[in-house]
């Protein structure tokens, strides 16, 4: 049975405004499942999902592995260390054995842009893209979308600024790609060395202050700053760009009351965000991480074949129940 | 057995190295070119070709080609790479030295040119490393390099960062006569790029290699060729400052050849799209802007010869994710095939120029026998028929790679008949 999604979730820039919507409306319903005391519901019951997972990550890996209990499936895990990849497996191997096992669906996270689709091509299971290289992340745009959504009640005509490193960042490229479809107007601000030549074409702005975005924006999405991109000679060092890219207190201070603070995590406090700044009333970071598991039951509640409209009966375990 | 006296008959004759182009005769006697001429005597036990409607050219010579061995034998073989140029029309083929071991001694260039002799099939010229162990440090012993068969040098694959180095290397090859091959490439510029820096690569989150990264290479070799006599070999050009740069210093009398490549010259990084590693490549398929470029220096000569730049890799490689998958395109099979039809059907260019940048101005620059049908030399042959459409199938090839973006396209005309001093090597 195929979606209302298509039978994979690879980036944000495939999707339809539509689409994007859906997915949206389709969380609603589910983020109270993680406010009950008994957390689980039996809709993706049966369902059999590897959670391969190719390079570093917790918060990501967590999130979608509590989405997928919370939703009744079986879940394994593969991570980078220890895994056949290690030993030498090729990507395309690994594809061809997850699907000699008949698994249902993929979450695949891996360091080589494209890869989420590789895998895509070669393998009937519903693939979703945890991130891939510096492509997507459409996840956490989607669950950006939603926080966004949550406190400002619209998206539409919204200024959203993403602050940091651009070049590298699957974040930046799905939230751009998002925020354009539902036509928000997006900026990006970063040091001239980690911004991608003529991304202008994609229809944002470029800010070479931080003041003048933070003056700009309704809302400000920081990056994470890998420090490794200190060592390959993007910046000079740490302290510099905290001095001159970081969201500060002092930069916030003329900043009106609803200036939404978010950050994809990990944080490296006092790099690209003050403590103060990431404690304090402007940030929406643990609403991200909440909304963050009610986005990926509502992605693998609907690529299942889940009709968004069903999502609440399917919730009370009803009728709803994916086939 | 190939017969010894062979007579291609009314074939229209392109050959420019005479100024020809006429349906005429051509006869083949032990091994050379015997006569041209109209309604040609022959003997009783030549092989008749009948040629009406066909083009009779020079074998055709490709100056870049990685045949892989020693070392990579499982993308490719001497004898495999020779046997996949005979089946394009190439009679003449230059093999590159970035092999394992690389190509950088006398008895690794007399190992290449016996086994593409062994072969049997287009010859195989041996190019010399320009530093040992394409280290980029110290010269190979480039005399005797020549003395054992080799026709130039190159690091290819790796450019010479080293300005030092490529001064002395094009200084000390000109008592020998070889040009100095480049893959022009900023490795500084270039660092961690996988495709094109454009508006393609922003989009897919892959790592870019601007323009300019090949521009300084381009600059830097032309000026040190300036410097020192030595003829600088540029190889698959791909940006429109290079082109220019190129022009400019041919005018002003610089010693330079150059290469576009059939894939530079017919696709753009949008082909990368989908991250089809079939079209990873180096230097990388480029914006419209340069493709263009690339097209108008091809046409005007400042891009004097026509390179495929071959470049096999086993598919097992070629299906990965897109960082993770070598570079290169193979192209012995498809080049003739898509300049006729993206060039000499479409009237961009006439079968002269055409067979002048793919036989004689390439066996001239590389001081090769060849490029030619004067009366007198080896036979070297390539017989094409403009009117056969096919479809290019990578199952079919004999190259061992089939790593194409050209798969599945339409093409029209190719060579029939490809004979390598007097003998019938592939039909």
Same mark, same amino acid.
């Not at chain 2, 009366?375 to 036979?379: F, K, L, R």
């Given at each position: 049975m195929v979606s209302s999604l298509g039978k994979? #979730?690879? !980036?944000?820039?495939?999707?339809?405004a539509q689409q994007i919507l859906s997915i949206l409306n389709t969380a609603e319903p589910f983020k109270e499942i993680s406010e009950r005391?008994?957390?689980?519901?039996?809709? #993706?019951? !049966?369902k059999t999902i590897v959670n391969l997972f190719l390079e570093p990550s917790t918060r990501t890996r967590i999130s979608f592995e509590f989405a997928e209990k919370r939703l009744s499936a079986d879940t394994v895990n593969i991570n980078a260390?220890?895994?056949s990849v290690v030993k030498g497996e090729t990507l395309v191997d690994t594809a061809r054995n997850l699907e000699a096992m008949r698994i249902d669906m993929v979450v695949i996270r891996h360091g080589s842009s494209g890869a989420a689709r590789f895998l895509a091509e070669r393998i009937p299971s519903n693939v979703i893209n945890a991130g891939d290289g510096a492509h997507e992340h459409p996840t956490q745009a989607l669950l950006d979308l939603l926080t966004i959504r949550d406190q400002?009640?619209?998206?539409?005509?919204l200024k959203v600024c993403i602050i940091g490193d651009?070049?590298?960042?699957r974040v930046a490229r799905s939230n751009i790609f998002g925020l354009l479809k539902l036509d928000a107007e997006v900026g990006v601000c970063g040091p001239m060395t980690l911004l991608p030549q003529g991304?202008?074409?994609?229809g944002v702005k470029v800010f070479r202050r931080v003041e003048e975005a933070i003056e700009w924006a309704d809302v400000l999405n920081v990056l994470r700053l890998q420090l490794e991109r200190m060592k390959s000679g993007f910046i000079p060092s740490l302290r510099e760009y905290n001095r001159f890219y970081g969201v500060s207190t002092a930069r916030l201070?003329?900043?009106?009351?609803?200036l939404l603070v978010l950050h994809p995590g990990p944080m490296n406090r006092g790099v690209e965000i003050d403590s103060a700044v990431a404690d304090g009333?402007?940030?929406?970071i643990l609403k991200q991480v909440t909304n963050g598991v009610a986005i990926r039951m509502a992605v693998l509640y609907l690529l299942a074949g889940g009709a968004p409209e069903l999502a609440e009966a399917a919730k009370q375990g009803g009728e709803g129940e994916v086939p | 057995m190939s017969p010894r006296r062979i007579l291609f008959r009314g074939g229209r004759v392109v050959d420019p190295s005479q100024g020809l182009d006429r349906v005429l005769d051509l006869l083949v006697d032990d091994g050379k070119v015997a006569r041209l001429g109209e309604g040609l005597d022959y003997p009783d036990d030549a092989r008749v070709e009948e040629c009406g409607g066909r083009i009779v050219i020079p074998g055709l010579v490709d100056v870049h080609v990685h045949l892989r061995e020693p070392g990579g034998e499982h993308k490719e073989t001497i004898a495999t790479g020779a046997r996949a140029a005979v089946a394009g029309g190439f009679t003449s083929i230059c093999a590159m030295p970035n092999t394992d071991p690389p190509i950088d001694s006398p008895a690794t260039v007399a190992f290449v040119a016996s086994a593409g002799r062994q072969a049997g099939f287009s010859r195989v010229y041996p190019v010399g490393a320009i530093s040992l162990g394409r280290r980029g440090e110290q010269l190979t012993e480039i005399g005797e390099l020549v003395e054992a068969g080799a026709v130039a040098i190159t690091d290819d694959g790796s450019p010479v960062m080293d300005s030092g180095l490529m001064r002395m290397a094009l200084a000390y090859s000109r008592a020998f006569d070889i040009p100095v091959a480049d893959h022009p490439e900023d490795m500084g510029l270039s660092r961690?790029?996988?495709?094109?820096?454009?508006l393609v690569s922003a989009r897919l989150g892959l790592q870019g290699k601007p323009n300019s990264a090949e521009d300084v290479h381009i600059a830097r070799d032309l000026l040190v060729a300036e410097l020192t006599g030595g003829h600088i070999h540029l190889q698959h050009v791909s940006t429109r400052l290079g082109v220019d740069l190129i022009r400019r210093a041919k005018a002003r009398g610089v010693r330079v050849t150059a290469e576009a490549t059939p894939h530079h010259l017919l696709l753009t990084?949008?082909?990368?799209?989908?991250?089809?590693?079939?079209?990873?490549?180096n230097p990388p398929l480029r914006a419209e802007e340069d493709r263009a470029a690339v097209e108008q220096g091809f046409l005007d000569g400042t891009l004097d010869t026509l390179a495929t730049d071959h470049a096999p890799h086993h598919y097992d490689e070629k299906e990965q994710a897109f960082d993770d998958a070598p570079f290169g395109i193979v192209g012995l099979e498809t080049a003739l095939g898509l300049m006729l039809t993206h060039f000499l059907e479409t009237k961009k260019l006439d079968l002269r120029t055409l067979v002048e940048r793919m036989s004689g101005q390439p066996a001239r620059a590389f001081g090769l026998p060849g490029g030619t049908l004067k009366?007198?030399?080896?036979?070297d042959v390539t017989v094409v028929d403009p009117r056969i459409e096919w479809v290019v199938d990578?199952?079919?090839?004999?190259?061992?790679?089939?790593?194409?973006?050209?798969?599945g396209a339409k093409l029209r005309g190719r060579a029939v008949l490809t004979v390598v001093g007097g003998r019938i090597v592939h039909e």
């Open positions: 994979d #979730l690879v !980036g944000i820039e495939d999707l339809t005391r008994i957390k689980k519901v039996p809709v #993706l019951r !049966g260390t220890g895994s400002k009640g619209k998206i539409e005509g651009i070049l590298h960042s991304i202008e074409v994609l201070e003329r900043a009106p009351r609803d009333p402007h940030s929406v | 961690g790029g996988v495709m094109n820096e454009g990084d949008a082909a990368v799209d989908g991250y089809r590693t079939d079209a990873k490549v009366p007198g030399v080896p036979a990578p199952d079919t090839f004999y190259s061992r790679g089939r790593n194409t973006p050209f798969a």
